[in-house]
């Protein structure tokens, strides 16, 4: 049966939050790889459980894949790729998003997790797929390069494909915006060189429809949407804030958290201040922050008006991993497991997305489409940021954890 399918190759699967939704979308992942051994173990584990695809159930997650344990660096297409008579209809990856992401030092390129990109091209270059598929984090958009100028990381990025023979389409996806409780903003690029890559699906949801603005947009998913119909955790799966935590947090609204100290700037007299990481009040009334990596989740009230952190099982939920689905290793570990990964949903649409240029190649328009005007706005706007609070940024140990 899986000859009949479209096949694609993973790179830095994770838990397989890409993989689960490429094949919800009809693919077969003929390999998934990843240098994490919980990850490996997670993938492991789900294939041989059999858990049944959603919305195909004559079909099992991972069935037949081999699941790889190394790191890119060691790869080689070869070990991949078993077949010598044709190539994969896609790659997909998603290489380690710290050094352009804000919480980083944002050295790109230059730190060592940077150059994995360079070797996901080597390996997207000796498969040959008729499509790629490459995630990373908003952060990239603005990412310095080698000459210190924001943006620069991503014409690179772009370079290097089009550099093997692919036409490029990036764009900045909100998982909110296709019907997922959880604001999660990502880069996506979508490659061809079949022809001209593939369009990005459309948003179904919107924070506030606008009547004949677009048609057919429904309110967002709330984060209280997704919890009511859930059943609370059992208490010894849930974590508490400590006395004194829970007293400070006792004042913080929802949607709010407890500052960490400002800085001045030139723009901002009174200080460019954050949240001091895990001590955030989810929003019932909003689909939930970006989930991350850490086991420091946003803070809810239970039924009772207790405070907890949002739990694995919930994390999970709104990424869009199946329910069935499990995660090895500690609870910390499921945590950076689940807000590693790609929301399956969102792959699944892109999956589909991918499928529709398949069947329509044309070797004619092999042609890179344009940034799209929101993300040239974001470069220009980090730009400008730069040359008024730059000097201060270099010398403040507030922002030594971001450059």
Same mark, same amino acid.
């Given at each position: 049966?899986?000859?009949?399918?479209?096949?694609?190759?993973?790179?830095?699967?994770?838990?397989?939050?890409?993989?689960?939704?490429?094949?919800?979308?009809?693919?077969?992942?003929?390999?998934?790889?990843?240098?994490?051994?919980?990850?490996?173990?997670?993938?492991?584990?789900?294939?041989?459980?059999?858990?049944?695809?959603?919305?195909?159930?004559?079909?099992?997650?991972?069935?037949?894949?081999?699941?790889?344990?190394?790191?890119?660096?060691?790869?080689? *297409?070869?070990?991949?790729?078993?077949?010598?008579?044709?190539?994969?209809?896609?790659?997909?990856?998603?290489?380690?998003?710290?050094?352009?992401?804000?919480?980083?030092?944002?050295?790109?390129?230059?730190?060592?997790?940077?150059?994995?990109?360079?070797?996901?091209?080597?390996?997207?270059?000796?498969?040959?797929?008729?499509?790629?598929?490459?995630?990373?984090?908003?952060? #990239?958009?603005?990412?310095?390069?080698?000459?210190?100028?924001?943006?620069?990381?991503?014409?690179?990025?772009?370079?290097?494909?089009?550099?093997?023979?692919?036409?490029?389409?990036?764009?900045?996806?909100?998982?909110?915006?296709?019907?997922?409780?959880?604001?999660?903003?990502? #880069?996506?690029?979508?490659?061809?060189?079949?022809?001209?890559?593939?369009?990005?699906?459309?948003?179904?949801?919107?924070?506030?429809?606008?009547?004949?603005?677009?048609?057919?947009?429904?309110?967002?998913?709330?984060?209280?949407?997704? #919890?009511?119909?859930?059943?609370?955790?059992?208490?010894?799966?849930?974590?508490?804030?400590?006395?004194?935590?829970?007293?400070?947090?006792?004042?913080?609204?929802?949607?709010?958290?407890?500052?960490?100290?400002?800085?001045?700037?030139?723009?901002?007299? *009174?200080?460019?201040?954050?949240?001091?990481?895990?001590?955030?009040?989810?929003?019932?009334?909003?689909?939930?922050?970006?989930?991350?990596?850490?086991?420091?989740?946003?803070?809810?009230?239970?039924?009772?008006?207790?405070?907890?952190?949002?739990?694995?099982?919930?994390?999970?939920?709104?990424?869009?991993?199946?329910?069935?689905?499990?995660?090895? *290793?500690?609870?910390?570990?499921?945590?950076?497991?689940?807000?590693?990964?790609?929301?399956?949903?969102?792959?699944?649409?892109?999956?589909?997305?991918?499928?529709?240029?398949?069947?329509?190649?044309?070797?004619?328009?092999?042609?890179?489409?344009?940034?799209?005007?929101?993300?040239?706005?974001?470069?220009?706007?980090?730009?400008?940021?730069?040359?008024?609070?730059?000097?201060?940024?270099?010398?403040?140990?507030?922002?030594?954890?971001?450059?």
């Amino acid at each position: 049966m899986h000859h009949e399918l479209p096949t694609a190759v993973s790179l830095f699967s994770g838990a397989g939050g890409c993989d689960v939704g490429l094949e919800e979308a009809g693919f077969h992942v003929v390999t998934a790889s990843d240098f994490d051994g919980t990850c490996v173990e997670t993938l492991t584990r789900n294939a041989r459980r059999g858990v049944p695809v959603r919305g195909n159930a004559s079909r099992t997650y991972l069935d037949g894949t081999a699941i790889v344990g190394a790191s890119v660096t060691e790869l080689h *297409g070869s070990d991949l790729w078993p077949f010598t008579d044709r190539c994969p209809d896609l790659v997909v990856g998603g290489p380690p998003c710290q050094p352009f992401s804000s919480a980083g030092r944002q050295k790109a390129l230059d730190d060592d997790r940077g150059r994995l990109f360079q070797e996901f091209v080597r390996v997207a270059d000796e498969l040959r797929p008729r499509t790629i598929l490459f995630e990373n984090v908003r952060g #990239l958009v603005t990412a310095r390069g080698p000459g210190g100028v924001p943006g620069e990381a991503l014409n690179l990025v772009r370079d290097a494909f089009e550099s093997i023979g692919y036409a490029t389409s990036f764009s900045l996806l909100n998982s909110a915006d296709f019907g997922l409780p959880q604001r999660r903003v990502r #880069l996506f690029m979508l490659a061809s060189r079949i022809g001209p890559p593939p369009s990005f699906p459309e948003p179904t949801h919107a924070k506030t429809p606008e009547p004949g603005l677009f048609d057919g947009l429904v309110p967002w998913v709330t984060l209280g949407d997704f #919890l009511e119909p859930r059943d609370e955790p059992p208490d010894e799966g849930v974590t508490r804030p400590s006395e004194e935590l829970s007293r400070q947090l006792a004042e913080v609204p929802p949607g709010s958290g407890l500052k960490s100290q400002g800085v001045a700037e030139p723009t901002r007299p *009174g200080g460019h201040w954050g949240y001091k990481q895990g001590t955030f009040m989810a929003d019932p009334g909003l689909p939930a922050r970006t989930v991350t990596a850490s086991s420091s989740q946003d803070w809810i009230r239970d039924r009772l008006g207790r405070l907890r952190r949002l739990t694995v099982g919930e994390v999970a939920g709104l990424q869009g991993f199946p329910d069935d689905w499990e995660f090895c *290793g500690s609870r910390t570990r499921q945590y950076k497991q689940i807000g590693n990964a790609v929301p399956p949903p969102v792959a699944r649409l892109l999956g589909e997305a991918v499928l529709a240029a398949l069947d329509r190649p044309d070797p004619e328009a092999v042609v890179s489409a344009p940034f799209p005007d929101a993300m040239k706005a974001a470069v220009e706007y980090t730009r400008k940021e730069d040359v008024r609070n730059g000097a201060v940024r270099v010398r403040s140990p507030h922002y030594a954890g971001q450059r």
